[in-house]
């Protein structure tokens, strides 16, 4: 194989984040915020050296905004949390401009889904999902640091009027062309794992009868594409929290929620031991997570889920036992829309891992 047909089957990843920019204007509310930090992960298949089939995922935190008391008494709104999540398909067109500098022009259509989070004058929330899509333009310069890694800077706009987002970001790409020279390519493993998980918006905080530390677990399927770099398939159970307790002093209620992930991402180990058998490993992916939650006040009780694609990260270290036998710590991590808001769940585990 010659370095062009190599760089033609390319593969990369990378990641990204910086300032997100909502485009709608904030009125005369006395509090609003139209920036946020934001992120981005993305993957592409070279067609030609110079031209690349890519996904991207965007992930907005969007508009906070606050409004007047005489617009929150005529509209019933006091303030709004809005977020977009947004999937692009489209190419990638690369151009080397001096020597380890390359420009980046990209065109796509992406499919968004806008959350918005309501709170009434009364403190009663409401959050509903609007689905739409919208072109998408993108442009950035990479500086190369190895053969295989890259720094980048990007402007990504996602154009849809009054809807519009616009991110200007720094990351890093990776190439993860296959090694098939490798003694490891084409490796087969799979892992299981059990610990404890956490959601950050659901704390035990001054409520009487409440575990926050439930026991969650994962199991995962990798290949090996070098010796350092697999993709993965992982399903998890990443945290709950179940609560009772007495409302008023007199009325029962009870809450339970969960979150569950299906990831779908890719795992980098470290090219030297930490020590000898130890190395560290990291994780970026994304994950269909399922939130649900279940609560009872009284008699009266509701239900709650939602579905949706949230990034994924993690990190961890591997022990080798023997060759293909490994024990494991990790710390996986995403994100889930709650009733209460998007939180942060964590799930920590101690597993074991087989090669095959």
């Known amino acids: 194989m010659n370095a062009a047909q190599a760089e033609i089957e390319g593969v990369y990843v990378g990641a990204g984040a910086g300032v997100g920019v909502d485009a709608r204007s904030c ?4 509090s609003c915020n139209r920036t946020n930090f934001s992120q981005k992960i993305f993957g592409g298949v070279r067609l030609t050296p110079g031209l690349a089939a890519e996904l991207n995922q965007f992930y907005f935190r969007g508009l906070d905004r606050a409004n007047a008391d005489p617009v929150a008494t005529s509209t019933g709104v006091a303030s709004t949390r809005e977020s977009m999540d947004a999937t692009a398909l489209g190419i990638n067109w690369e151009v080397e401009l001096l020597h380890g500098f390359t420009n980046q022009i990209r065109l796509g259509w992406a499919y968004t889904r806008r959350e918005i989070l309501s709170l009434s004058p009364s403190g009663v929330a409401t959050r509903r999902n609007e689905y739409s899509g919208m072109p998408y333009l993108g442009a950035g310069l990479e500086f190369s640091l190895t053969s295989d890694v890259r720094l980048f800077s990007n402007y990504d706009f996602l154009i849809g009027g009054h809807n519009s987002h616009h991110l200007f970001s720094v990351g890093m ?4 062309q296959s090694d098939k020279r490798s003694s490891e390519f084409g490796k087969t493993y799979v892992g299981g794992a059990l610990g404890q998980g956490s959601v950050s918006k659901l704390s035990c905080a001054g409520v009487e009868n409440c575990d926050n530390t439930r026991m ?4 995962y399927m990798g290949k090996k594409i070098t010796s350092n770099v697999a993709l993965e398939v992982n399903a998890m159970r990443l945290g709950s929290v179940r609560a009772s307790g007495l409302v008023g002093g007199s009325t029962p209620y009870s809450l339970d929620a969960k979150a569950e992930a299906l990831v779908l991402g890719g795992a980098l180990r470290l090219p030297t031991e930490v020590v000898p058998d130890l190395t560290g490993v990291g994780r970026l992916g994304v994950a269909y997570v399922r939130t649900s939650l279940k609560s009872t006040v009284g008699t009266a009780s509701g239900n709650v889920a939602d579905d949706s694609m949230q990034p994924f990260w993690g990190y961890g270290l591997e022990y080798g036992l023997t060759k293909d036998l490994k024990l494991t710590g990790s710390i996986d991590a995403s994100k889930a829309n709650m009733s209460l808001g998007r939180a942060t769940v ?4 101690l597993g074991a891992q087989a090669d095959f």
């Open 27 to 30: 009125g005369a509310a006395p």
């Open 216 to 219: 969650g677990g994962k199991v």
């Open 346 to 349: 964590r799930l920590v585990t």
């Open 173 to 176: 790409v990776a190439d993860l």
